[in-house]
């Protein structure tokens, strides 16, 4: 097994996304890291949110993850690690964005594991509910990026933004990412 020292951010989610999912916890990489992943590094984050799909437990997240050699820090959700920068955080399920739960999970294979991950569409509506409800322009940018570099279901990005009630919102995205193809 590659040391966690020399992990990168994304095989250290796939090695514990696999631990968990080990014993039952069925955990999905969202947030930061997962915009990451799909702007190709535009965007860098050095906290690593797996959301518990089923909230199966934190005393049992708690015990995979010392096992992993990790430490509960503070706030609890909080895992550290001596050998790594990266920590990572557990926010509370179930998972989804917006309104919307998530029922089509991607996977990405590393030397470490299996990396369970929202798909890009969904990776871009979590950037834009924040964008949406809480006028986030980082999170719309953090969108354009991921939507510039994936392919995406802009049909159900166009449905999803109406239900949240943003469809100007969704109007302002759409001229980026026009803006940007042109």
């Given amino acids: 097994m590659k040391p966690i020292a020399e992990m990168t951010m994304e095989e250290l989610a796939?090695?514990?996304?696999d631990a968990l999912e080990k014993e039952g916890i069925e955990t999905v990489l969202s947030g930061g890291?997962?915009?990451e992943l799909y702007s190709q590094g535009r965007y860098t984050s050095d906290d690593i949110d797996l959301v518990d799909r089923f909230n199966g437990g934190h005393r049992r997240i708690r015990e995979v993850m010392e096992r992993l050699g990790f430490r509960e820090y503070e706030m609890k959700r909080y895992f550290v690690h001596e050998e790594t920068k990266y920590f990572i955080?557990?926010?509370r399920g179930p998972l989804g964005v917006?309104?919307?739960p998530v029922n089509e999970i991607a996977r990405r294979e590393t030397c470490t594991g299996t990396l369970r991950?929202?798909?890009p569409t969904d990776?871009?509506?979590d950037r834009l509910a924040a964008y949406y409800h809480w006028d986030d322009i980082q999170a719309l940018m953090q969108a354009?990026?991921?939507a510039e570099a994936n392919s995406f279901d802009l049909d159900e990005l166009g449905t999803w933004s109406e239900r949240e009630g943003a469809s100007d919102k969704f109007s302002r995205?759409?001229?980026h990412i026009t803006r940007k193809n042109s």
């Fill in 14 to 17: 796939a090695y514990a996304c």
């Fill in 33 to 35: 890291c997962c915009v």
């Fill in 89 to 91: 955080e557990f926010p």
């Fill in 98 to 100: 917006g309104d919307a």
């Fill in 117 to 119: 991950l929202l798909t």
């Fill in 123 to 125: 990776c871009i509506k």
């Fill in 144 to 146: 354009v990026w991921v």
């Fill in 173 to 175: 995205f759409l001229s």
